[in-house]
């Protein structure tokens, strides 16, 4: 490819499902740059893996509806097989936490997601660990699961490459140029890359990016989250929902014979590879002793952290820069990015192509413009 008319910064979920998605529309000038060896390293490839559509915001909602659709059923030229265990989601409230619940729940159903809403007596014989548990209620949605996402973005990326997109590895971006307002490309170690469009997917280095470009200051924060996987326990049903206490920031599900767990821990955290903590582990065993007393004395095997980008507001950052011409966000995805990745990709292609200063709705960059 001698010059790219597209470049996208980042091989993650947001990088690969947006280059996918230019792919397929005939796009073929496509350039991917990627700073790792391999795609996922960070937090694409670090995150417990759950597809959940019951979320607060309608807008995340909507593409997560439709993510978790194409998730369940792939198209037929999909390059790689990919494992998606429907065994649905219980979303665990109390007091204020279980009316915000019920009132996502309803906004989901209004949207077209399955949502039930079940006593704890329900709950507790769908997981019986529960049975001690610290709840009023549970939202049932039959369609979550759980989907092999090394599988997934690799399927995103050569799906792109088959159609003519290139994904470069190894190749750290170190800046953008703008000239006269508007993006011309991008450098890195070894070369210019001249480009009309630079599209801003780097995750945790997605504000790094904007600075480089000196583009609007999107409000984000890279925050650490830790993941615990116990060792095998006889007593589990791989079959069980994940189950997310949203009151008290808890959620486990089956992994390895046994439980990867997390206390929804997120301390602001520079991008990079993030310092595992031993105090989340003592948060987990204090969470677990007083919420879920029956899964107490499970023996932790391996952890690991990675890290999530969150916006201001909660909601994504997709569209264009409203200062620089030629510049997209597709950033900010906080933790959704597995379940969401197909509709942002869908999302993103359709302003790239469609051109217009902004766009994006309640996306948009521009609300963060002062």
Known sequence: MESPRYVIIGAGFAGAATAYHLAR??????????????PGVHSSGRNAAMVRQVVSEPVIAELALKGAAFLRSLPADWPVPVLFQQSGSLLLGGGEGWRKLLKDAEMARRKGIEAEIWSPE????????????DFEGAVWCPTDG???IHALLTGYLKAASACGAEVRYGCSVSGVEVKGGRVTGVQTAGETISAETVINAGGPWAGVIGGLAGVIDAPLRTCRRHLFVSAPLTWVNPTWPFVWDLTHDLYFRPDSGGLLLCPCDQDDMAPGDPPLDDSVAEL????????????????????WAGLRTLTGDGRFAIGWDPKVKGFFWVAGLGGHGVTTSYSVGELAADLILGGGAEGGGEFSIARFRA
């Open 146 to 148: 759980v989907v092999d």
């Open 25 to 38: 529309r005939g796009v073929k000038d496509v350039l991917i740059l990627e700073q790792e060896r391999l």
């Open 284 to 303: 987990l065993a204090e969470k677990i002793r007083r919420f879920v007393p029956k899964i107490s004395d499970i023996a932790i095997k391996k952890r």
């Open 122 to 133: 329900k709950a507790k014989e769908r997981v019986w660990v529960l049975e001690d548990a």
